[in-house]
């Protein structure tokens, strides 16, 4: 057991810090234009728009 938590926490702490590196990066990439930038913020407003509505046409009925 004690291997296997082992084994868990290394595979854990790379992947989380190969995340961090990638979104660091994609960070950098983005910020280099002021466009690029909005143009994210305007695709994240519209998705939380959509799941919005998708919940709200698809929401439980109590």
Request: avoid cysteine; charge should be positive.
């Amino acid at each position: 057991m004690l291997v296997l938590g082992l084994l868990f926490a290394l595979i854990a702490a790379t992947l989380d810090s190969a995340w961090g590196l990638a979104a660091g990066t994609a960070r950098a990439w983005f910020a280099t234009l002021p466009a690029r930038l909005r143009r994210l913020g305007g695709a994240g407003g519209v998705m939380m728009i959509v799941m919005g509505a998708g919940l709200a046409l698809t929401g439980r009925k109590d």
